[in-house]
């Protein structure tokens, strides 16, 4: 035999012991996140949630092996787009999960429709995102489901005239809308209200603003991972001694940044679907297991967010028989219901948004450390923008 024949052979042999990525009995999940950049903060407790969930829940499923694909769009959509297109066609991923921020997922969204694979959002909020195919799903959160309970606490504590300054993009003018709506609906006062851009924010020109309007409450929106250079100017302009009280959904008093943001957040009151020191066994064995993985790095809302995106993957596969079908695989998530460490949570059949108790939080601290401290809840609260509609 010639070697070039020999070697011929050879490369047939280990083309054939080397399962490919879409091997039967693979499941490949390509998980696109922020792993660089402004968002990174959400990568890394992505990337950690769902290698958690992982370990604990084995990387077997109805019989097929889970294989989790990181990929890091950096935050811009045109790459998220590229590797989602890479990781269908390519990788022949039965399932693309993550999505940092709103352009993020819904760059993504032809792409699910017409490959017939569910994108599971994990972090993205923007309401109108589960709209944009009939693939996708979310595990997260929606900004109108979390702003306009904050402006029911508000009618009902005695704060009448509100600043509004969001984060100029879909998540921010949802949270802008959902709560200016509700509060004057209920007879509050908006005084103003400001957007600032995603890019480079620079809060400090708006924060002089909102002091001279001097309303009893600024509510702030701004992404994960954002909240900390907000509260570092809200310091310097002296709004923390103002008498203004600090207001938001719980995004700004992220709980993996609450230690770096410092005693200057004490008192804020949000409005959340998850806190670390949400008290139930679930939680408390979730953080712990999560901490110990992790050099002790709390989870935040993105992390539980993941973590249960890959616990309704592990549902719809056990439901379907291990079939990665897409139109099976969402059949099966439609209405799947489960104890998340936040809480119960339902996917809603009709919108596929998740259904989930928003709690109101009030930032103290606790053995010397920061933390949300949840004081009420209010229970199965569906996102409000499509039930409008409905
Ligand atoms: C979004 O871009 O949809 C987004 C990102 C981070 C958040 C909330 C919403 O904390």
């Known amino acids: 035999m010639n070697l070039k024949r020999l070697s011929a052979g050879l490369a047939v042999a280990l083309l054939g012991a080397a399962a490919p990525a879409w091997a039967d009995d693979v499941v490949t999940v390509g998980m696109i996140l922020p792993m660089t950049g402004p968002s990174q903060s959400t990568g890394k407790q992505e990337q950690a949630a769902a290698q958690l969930f992982i370990q604990q829940h084995g990387d077997t499923v109805a019989g097929k092996k889970i294989k989790l694909e990181i990929k890091d769009d950096t935050g811009a959509a045109d790459v998220t787009k590229r590797l989602a297109q890479e990781l269908v066609t390519n990788d022949h991923a039965a399932a693309l999960m993550g999505f940092g921020l709103t352009p993020l997922a819904l760059a993504v969204a032809p792409i699910a429709t017409e490959a017939k694979v569910p994108e599971i959002v994990t972090a993205a909020a923007t309401a109108i995102i589960t709209e944009k195919s009939p693939y996708i799903v979310r595990t997260s959160f929606t900004l109108p489901q979390v702003s306009a309970?904050?402006?029911d606490w508000c009618l009902k504590n005695n704060i009448k005239k509100v600043v509004t300054i969001v984060t100029d993009y879909g998540p921010g003018v949802d949270?802008?809308?959902?709560?200016?709506?509700t509060f004057t609906k209920g007879g509050g006062t908006i005084a103003e209200q400001i957007r600032v851009p995603l890019k480079n924010p620079d809060f400090a020109p708006f924060l002089q603003r909102v002091k001279d309007d001097a309303p009893d409450a600024v509510f702030v929106f701004v992404p994960s991972g954002f909240g900390a250079v907000f509260m570092k100017q809200f310091i310097?302009?002296?709004?923390?001694?103002?008498g203004i009280k600090l207001i938001g959904t719980g995004d700004v008093t992220d709980d993996d940044l609450l230690a770096d943001i410092g005693d200057a957040a004490l008192g804020a009151v949000t409005t959340h679907h998850y806190s670390v020191a949400h008290d139930s066994p679930e939680n408390k064995a979730f953080v712990q297991a999560f901490e110990k993985a992790n050099n002790g790095m709390r989870p935040n809302f993105m992390a539980v967010a993941a973590y249960d995106g890959m616990a309704l993957l592990?549902?719809?596969l056990e439901k379907t028989k291990g079939s990665t079908d897409g139109d099976a695989l969402i059949a099966a998530m439609k209405g799947e219901s489960w104890m998340s460490p936040r809480g119960k949570v339902t996917i809603d059949p009709d919108t596929r948004d998740i259904v989930q108790t928003v709690y109101?939080?009030?930032?103290?601290?606790?053995?010397?450390?920061?933390?949300?401290?949840?004081?009420?809840?209010?229970?199965?609260?569906?996102?409000?923008?499509?039930?409008?509609?409905?």
């Open 360 to 390: 109101v939080r009030k930032v103290e601290k606790v053995d010397g450390q920061l933390y949300n401290v949840e004081f009420a809840s209010i229970p199965d609260v569906k996102d409000p923008f499509k039930a409008s509609k409905h």
């Open 236 to 242: 310097e302009r002296g709004l923390d001694k103002s």
């Open 314 to 316: 592990y549902r719809a």
């Open 149 to 151: 309970p904050m402006a």
């Open 175 to 181: 949270a802008e809308k959902w709560y200016s709506e």
